[in-house]
C-alpha cells in the first residue's frame, strides 16, 4: 500500500471540499488517501473519505489563542495531522523540539502525525542535506508510537521544480537507515515537493518511497484523480 496525501494548504472553501471529496468518493485503489485540509474545513460530511489537519497543538488545552488541541481534531474525525511542515518550520519557526513535541500529542490522542523533514537550498548547495535529513529525523520523531516521515526539500517546495530520481533515492535511503538505528525500519516515508501527474508514478515507485504528499495538484479532481490512478500498490 502506497499512501497519498493531499495537503489543501490554506486553500479552499466548503463546497470545494465537498467536490474533491465527492469525486474520490468512487475512485478504486489499494492505496491509502487522505486529504489533509484547513481546520474550517474538517467538520461537514467526509463522504468517507479519510481527511487529516495540517497542525497540532503541543498543548492539551489552555490559553493559547488560535491553537487547536489533538482532542478538537479527533472530535473532526481526523485521522492524520501534519507537523512541521516546511512552511510551518520558515514561517512560524518551529524546531524539532516543536515539532516533536507536536508529533507526540498527536499520538497521544490516536492520531498520527505525518512528520515533514527537508533541506533548504542553502543547505542543499552546501553539501549538508543527509546531515541535516538525519539530524531533524532523529530529533523530530517522538520516542514511541507510529508516525509517517515526509520528505520534502524546501527549495522545491511551490518552486516546480523536482530532485532527480537519484537525489530522491539517496535521501530516502538515508531516512531509512536513521529510522533503521533507532529500530523503527518500518515507518512509511513519503515524498513530496512539486508532485504532479507527470512525476508521480515515477517517484511512487522509488526505492523506500512509500507514498506521496501532494500540494497545489491536490486542490481539484483533475489534477489529483490522475495522480492516484497513475499510482500502484
Known amino acids: 500500500m502506497k499512501y497519498v496525501i493531499g495537503n489543501w494548504k490554506m486553500n479552499g472553501n466548503m463546497a470545494e471540499k465537498d467536490s474533491l471529496l465527492k469525486s474520490l468518493k468512487n475512485v478504486r485503489t489499494d492505496n491509502k488517501v487522505v486529504i489533509c485540509l484547513p481546520f474550517t474545513l474538517l467538520c461537514g460530511n467526509t463522504f468517507g473519505i479519510t481527511i487529516g489537519a495540517q497542525d497540532i497543538s503541543e498543548h492539551t488545552n489552555g490559553a493559547y489563542t488560535g491553537d487547536i488541541s489533538g482532542a478538537m481534531l479527533i472530535e473532526s474525525d481526523v485521522k492524520y495531522v501534519l507537523v512541521g511542515h516546511s512552511e510551518r518550520r520558515f514561517y512560524h519557526h518551529e ?6 513535541a507536536k508529533a507526540t500529542a498527536a499520538i497521544q490522542n490516536k492520531i498520527i502525525p ?5 533541506e533548504t537550498a542553502d543547505e542543499k548547495n552546501a553539501g549538508r542535506t543527509m546531515s541535516v535529513v538525519k539530524k531533524m529525523v532523529l530529533e523530530s520523531v517522538p520516542k514511541s508510537g507510529n508516525y509517517i516521515i515526509a520528505y520534502e526539500p524546501r527549495w522545491a517546495i511551490g518552486k516546480g521544480v523536482t530532485p532527480s530520481a537519484n537525489e530522491i533515492t539517496a535521501v530516502h535511503e538515508t531516512i531509512f537507515k536513521t529510522l533503521r538505528g533507532i529500530k523503527k525500519e518500518n515507518t512509511p516515508v513519503i515524498y513530496g515537493g512539486s508532485v504532479d501527474a507527470g512525476n508521480a508514478g515515477t517517484i511512487a515507485n522509488l526505492p523506500h518511497v512509500d507514498g506521496l504528499l501532494i500540494g497545489r495538484a491536490s486542490l481539484k479532481s483533475d489534477t489529483l484523480l490522475p495522480i492516484i490512478k497513475t499510482i500502484k500498490e
Open 95 to 100: 524546531t524539532n523540539d516543536i515539532v516533536k
Open 114 to 118: 505525518i512528520i515533514c523533514v527537508g
